[in-house]
């Protein structure tokens, strides 16, 4: 691993645990045990670091997504294990980390999306044509639209902003926020799925 990508690794989590603001290039350059000056020798500045840091967890997301979609057999399925995937992954950031990216770098990450660089949207599409092709999805959707649309609900059900006190668990607020959702584009084949896997999840809950 060359120095660049151990310093976004590390800053990762790093930010992920304490917070973006907590964390210095002085916490960063000891926790790597290299000097301050090497740092800036690769990155201009923090706001350089995040940006790296965003991107690679931008890549690891699309390949855990591509990898979940070709184990599962049918898109409700890797729907479920995605929405337990992100769930784990919401519960390892820091509020701290949240917050920071919400109020610090929210610009940013709008610019991403409007980009549409933000890996959900390129796999949602994906999921949609696959849903249709398996007849899970009605075919009379319109997958552009469709695909915008569940980005700003993935986009919705992860914001703080629905349970800003955390009376409701984020998992809960995905599931019922994007479940609903599916199950007004899906067949009766798709409403079949949904209600199997998640009656199977309640189960083992």
Known sequence: M???QRI?????????????????MDMLASKLGISKRTIYEIFSDKDEILDGVVG???????????????????????L???????TVHYHMMSPAFRLDLKRMHGVRLEKL?????????GH?????????REGIFREDIDVSVINRCMFE???????????????IPAEEVMKNVYLNYLRGISTP???????????RENNRN
């Open 56 to 78: 690679w967890m931008m890549k690891k997301q699309q390949e855990v997504i591509q990898q979940v979609l070709s184990e599962s057999d049918n898109v409700i399925e890797a």
């Open 113 to 121: 999306r409007d980009l549409n660089e933000m890996p959900d949207s």
């Open 189 to 199: 084949k798709g409403l079949d799925l949904i209600n199997f896997y998640e009656k």
């Open 124 to 132: 949602f599409r994906m999921i949609i044509e696959r849903g249709v």
């Open 2 to 4: 060359d120095s660049k």
């Open 153 to 167: 609900v993935g986009k919705m059900s992860a914001s703080d902003d629905i349970s800003p006190t955390g009376e």
């Open 8 to 24: 976004i690794e590390e800053a990762a989590f790093l930010f992920r645990t304490y917070g973006i603001r907590t964390v210095t």
């Open 80 to 86: 479920f294990r995605i929405m337990d995937l992100m």
